[in-house]
Structure formats: structure tokens, C-alpha cells
């Protein structure tokens, strides 16, 4: 095959022609500032001191790559391939294309160090949040100087995220159901390394799920992830419910929620928030709702059911319904940037309508 002739400016060129097209990943570079993000991630991962070998990557950079391999739904590997192949990929992680580039080994190197960190509580007291979570909350604090939070009021609702699954003999799942390690897995670190006892298996209208939960609260007007909690997939959506969901973010704040949060103890919580619980009516065992109970239900299905289309906007922009992480700290890590990248999308998909208003 003929070698193929390129000229000075055709990755230029090739830059205007996706620009035409309609380029995803500039729409979130040119409407956030990764840079907000640098003096945490220092805080988070530590400032190496100048020493032999190789200088570290730019932890901006390598953290806009993160955001790059879940919007395309992209393995390590794959990710690699799409930094040397791709040039909106390079556009978006700031590579020329004659830059090296980091290899798969590295980006897993840093998700993992990401995953692991911590980020101590204020004045040393209490439980610090994990490097995610507190990548997230900067974010949702930029969102809410700005104004795009809704106040009048949120919903609740959780989505199962699953895992590799995992083929164990019933003696080692029983143990592992107590909490417990089995014995054998103890004497070999290797396999006990591709082992998650902290996923757990689940029924869903029909289906058999194993992994994790992603329990989220979001504005009840607007189309953002407020808070999140992770969870293995045995715990009631009721038990998992993100702290912010009781707080009143203004005067006559309203709750959504479907039929698995109508709970006692969730409405004394609401009530006791000065927030009006608009949870649906649940259907007692024996029972049927009356007409008017299921005409409540439907009415507030109107404005329940826009927390659904987050989740319907994971599973296709972003492919969130499955994970590789094993482990409850890292699957927490993973899920939690899934939630942050899709605020990131849906505020660059908001800004040009914005820009336009104004």
C-alpha cells in the first residue's frame, strides 16, 4: 500500500472538520475549568519532591484522560489506542500528536491512587470523604455560586451498577454473605486480588443482578446529581438515601420518592426539615391503592420521573450500568466519577442554552 502523504496542516484541518461535525468532548473542555480541580488533586495525591527517574504525568491531565475514558466507554487499553489514534481524544487531554502519550498501566496506576485517597475532615474530627467525593462536592459547589441548583425541592432514586461476576463454591459465598474472607482465598493474594466480597448478588423484576447500587438525589427542575451513596446491591434503596435529601434547600422544599422510600422514619426526617414529603402511596399487602391515592401516584410521577432520565442518560452517554472495579472502595471511586462526569456533561450542555438566554 502507498504511503499516505500528509502536509503541514492537515491536524488542523482535521480539528475544523470535527469542530463542523459537532466535537462532544470540546463542548466540556471549553465549558469547564479542569484547573479549579488541581489544588485538590495536590491535596488529595501529595506533591512529589523532585528526585531521579521520570517526571509524573500532569495530574490535571491525567484526570481530564479519566473523564475522556468514560465518555467514550473506553478500557485502559482501548484508551490507550484512542490517545494515539484519535485527535479529538488528544484535543481534550491537551496532546499534540506527536506527544507521548500515557500507557494503560498508568492511567490505572492513577484511578487507583484517586480511588484510595482521602481527603481528612475539616478541624480533624470525624471521617474525612474519599478523593472522588470530594472531586464531586468541588464541582456541585462551582454549580450552586452559580446558580443552576434547583431549591424548590429533590428526588431520590437508585440504579444497580454491576461488576464481573463471581463463580464461588456456595461454603465460600456463605462465608462471604457473614463478612468473612474464606480461609483458602487468605493463602493465595493473587486470587483473593480478583475476588470482591463486598458485591452482592440481587432479584429485579425477574432478573438476577450482581454488584452495587448507586443511590442519588437530584433537583426536582433541574438535570443535575446532587449527592450519591454507594452501596452493595442487597441494601434497601430506603437504607442508602444520600444525607442532602434531608436537607431543605429553601422555603416550602418538597421530597420525591417511589414506593420503597414510604417509610415512618423517612417522613419524621422530612418533617422534622421543614420539607413536604411528596413520596408515592405504597400498597399494604392484601390491598389496593383507591382511585385517589393512584391519582396522587401519577401526579407526582410527573416530576418523579425526571431523576429516571439521569439514569436513562448513563446507560447511553455513558455506559453506566457495568463496571470493571472490584472492591467496595474502588467500585465507590468508580461510580462516584461516573456521577461527576455526568454533571460535567450536562453542564456543558447547558451552557450554550444559558449563553443564549443571556
Not at 55 to 63: C, G, K, L, S, T
Not at 314 to 331: D, E, F, H, W, Y
Amino acid at each position: 500500500m502507498a504511503d499516505i502523504q500528509t502536509g503541514f496542516f492537515t491536524h488542523e484541518i482535521q480539528l475544523r472538520r470535527l469542530d463542523h461535525l459537532g466535537d462532544p468532548l470540546k463542548a466540556i473542555a471549553e465549558a469547564v475549568d479542569f484547573e479549579m480541580f488541581r489544588p485538590l488533586l495536590d491535596r488529595l495525591l501529595g506533591v512529589r519532591s523532585a528526585g531521579p527517574g521520570r517526571p509524573p504525568w500532569d495530574r490535571v491531565r491525567m484526570f481530564r484522560i479519566l473523564v475522556l475514558q468514560l465518555v467514550r466507554g473506553l478500557s485502559d487499553e482501548k484508551l490507550e489506542f484512542e490517545l494515539v489514534d484519535s485527535a479529538s481524544a488528544q484535543r481534550f487531554a491537551g496532546l499534540s500528536p506527536h506527544d507521548a502519550v500515557p500507557d494503560s498501566r498508568t492511567v490505572w496506576l492513577f484511578r487507583d491512587t484517586l480511588a484510595k485517597s482521602q481527603l481528612p475532615a475539616e478541624g480533624g474530627n470525624g471521617e474525612g470523604s474519599d478523593g472522588v467525593r470530594a472531586l464531586f462536592e468541588l464541582f456541585h459547589r462551582e454549580l450552586a455560586a452559580k446558580g443552576l441548583l434547583c431549591r424548590e425541592g429533590r428526588t431520590v432514586d437508585a440504579m444497580i451498577v454491576e461488576v464481573p461476576r463471581q463463580r464461588n463454591p456456595k461454603e465460600d459465598n456463605q462465608q462471604i454473605k457473614k463478612g468473612q474472607v474464606p480461609e483458602a482465598w487468605q493463602q493465595q493474594p493473587r486470587k483473593l486480588a480478583q475476588k470482591d466480597t463486598e458485591a452482592r448478588w440481587t432479584l429485579k423484576r425477574g432478573r438476577v443482578y450482581y454488584g452495587y447500587k448507586n443511590s442519588i438525589v437530584g433537583g426536582n427542575s433541574d438535570n443535575f446529581i446532587h449527592d450519591y451513596v454507594v452501596a452493595p446491591a442487597t441494601a434497601h434503596d430506603s437504607k442508602i438515601i444520600p444525607g442532602c435529601y434531608f436537607e431543605a434547600a429553601g422555603e416550602g422544599s418538597t421530597a420525591y420518592g417511589d414506593s420503597a422510600y414510604t417509610h415512618k422514619d423517612i417522613a419524621a426526617r422530612l418533617a422534622g426539615a421543614g420539607i413536604e414529603s411528596r413520596i408515592h402511596e405504597q400498597r399494604l399487602a392484601g390491598q389496593e391503592l383507591s382511585e385517589s391515592q393512584k391519582e396522587s401516584n401519577r401526579i407526582k410521577s410527573k416530576v418523579r420521573a425526571r431523576i429516571e432520565h439521569r439514569f436513562g442518560r448513563m446507560r447511553t452517554s455513558l455506559k453506566g450500568l457495568a463496571i470493571r472495579s472490584i472492591g467496595l472502595v474502588r467500585c465507590r471511586a468508580a461510580v462516584g466519577l461516573l456521577n461527576l462526569v455526568y454533571n460535567l456533561m450536562e453542564y456543558s450542555r447547558l451552557r450554550p442554552r444559558a449563553a443564549m438566554i443571556a
